[in-house]
């Protein structure tokens, strides 16, 4: 039985796709399964496990769109046991073409339902709003895991998007859940940090993961040579950060 986890944050720029990324590979290096989805057209997802998004015949929008079955898009082995739906920008217009079909919501959970079992975990990259990609994503997911960023505005939209998740789980999915708060840039220097840390305890009656991802030069580095944190520098802060995340994902949390 698998268990598909949704990234989501409608706020650019906190960390999803770093999260989708080494969070995936770190589960694999523990023995996993696992199936990367690329819903965001900027498709960074899929550089940052090498792929050339851009000479990808069949990504996540020819499936939407019923242009290819599932096991056409579906690239094997990226790094081991990690598998990858791509996406690059033709998944912008998306969005436009699924406004009359029926149904919508649940593209991507029907054609998952195909494949999904034959992995340990399915993570899902959202794209930074909270669109049609999103709601697909959310309907097929079992459950959220939303990065958030150690800065002043990190609770602002964060109410939204639990607003988002508790509306799908009434009409569109009941079984969502949300799986937990992940804190990333953070630096225990600064008082900020912190703070932000405390105001979210604070105010959110929701799971927060004991790991905080770091400011890290390698984790920003690694994306460019299109491989994952724990392969490409194992022994840094961040390599070990979503290493020990990975272990509570598959602890359940606790």
Same mark, same amino acid.
């Given at each position: 039985?698998?268990?598909?986890?949704?990234?989501?944050?409608?706020?650019?720029?906190?960390?999803?796709?770093?999260?989708?990324?080494?969070?995936?590979?770190?589960?694999?290096?523990?023995?996993?399964?696992?199936?990367?989805?690329?819903?965001?057209?900027?498709?960074?997802?899929?550089?940052?496990?090498?792929?050339?998004?851009?000479?990808?015949?069949?990504?996540?929008?020819?499936?939407?769109?019923?242009?290819?079955?599932?096991?056409?898009?579906?690239?094997?082995?990226?790094?081991?046991?990690?598998?990858?739906?791509?996406? /690059?920008?033709?998944?912008?217009?998306?969005?436009?073409?699924?406004?009359?079909?029926?149904?919508?919501?649940?593209?991507?959970?029907?054609?998952?339902?195909?494949?999904?079992?034959?992995?340990?975990?399915?993570?899902?990259?959202?794209?930074?709003?909270?669109?049609?990609?999103?709601? /697909?994503?959310?309907?097929?997911?079992?459950?959220?895991?939303?990065?958030?960023?150690?800065?002043?505005?990190?609770?602002?939209?964060?109410?939204?998007?639990?607003?988002?998740?508790?509306?799908?789980?009434?009409?569109?999915?009941?079984?969502?859940?949300?799986?937990?708060?992940?804190?990333?840039?953070?630096?225990?220097?600064?008082?900020?940090? /912190?703070?932000?840390?405390?105001?979210?305890?604070?105010?959110?009656?929701?799971?927060?993961?004991?790991?905080?991802?770091?400011?890290?030069?390698?984790?920003?580095?690694?994306?460019?040579?299109?491989?994952?944190?724990?392969?490409?520098?194992?022994?840094?802060?961040?390599?070990?950060?979503?290493?020990?995340?990975?272990?509570?994902?598959?602890?359940?949390?606790?």
């Amino acid at each position: 039985m698998s268990k598909v986890i949704a990234i989501a944050n409608q706020k650019g720029g906190v960390g999803k796709t770093t999260t989708a990324i080494n969070l995936s590979s770190c589960l694999a290096a523990k023995g996993k399964k696992v199936l990367v989805i690329d819903m965001d057209p900027q498709g960074n997802t899929s550089s940052g496990f090498g792929v050339n998004k851009n000479e990808t015949e069949n990504t996540i929008y020819e499936l939407i769109l019923g242009e290819c079955a599932v096991e056409e898009c579906l690239m094997k082995d990226v790094v081991e046991n990690v598998s990858l739906i791509p996406a /690059n920008v033709n998944l912008a217009a998306a969005e436009i073409e699924l406004i009359d079909v029926d149904k919508k919501e649940y593209i991507l959970k029907n054609e998952l339902d195909w494949i999904k079992d034959q992995f340990d975990y399915v993570v899902i990259d959202c794209p930074p709003s909270l669109s049609m990609l999103t709601v /697909n994503a959310m309907t097929t997911a079992n459950s959220v895991l939303v990065p958030i960023q150690c800065e002043y505005y990190a609770l602002e939209g964060l109410s939204q998007l639990i607003y988002t998740v508790n509306l799908v789980r009434e009409r569109l999915n009941p079984a969502l859940t949300i799986e937990g708060i992940l804190f990333t840039m953070y630096d225990s220097r600064t008082n900020l940090s /912190n703070q932000v840390v405390e105001n979210v305890k604070n105010h959110l009656n929701q799971r927060i993961y004991k790991t905080m991802i770091p400011r890290n030069i390698r984790l920003a580095e690694a994306p460019s040579y299109g491989i994952p944190i724990n392969i490409y520098d194992p022994k840094s802060a961040g390599a070990e950060s979503y290493m020990a995340l990975a272990e509570e994902v598959i602890n359940g949390g606790y």
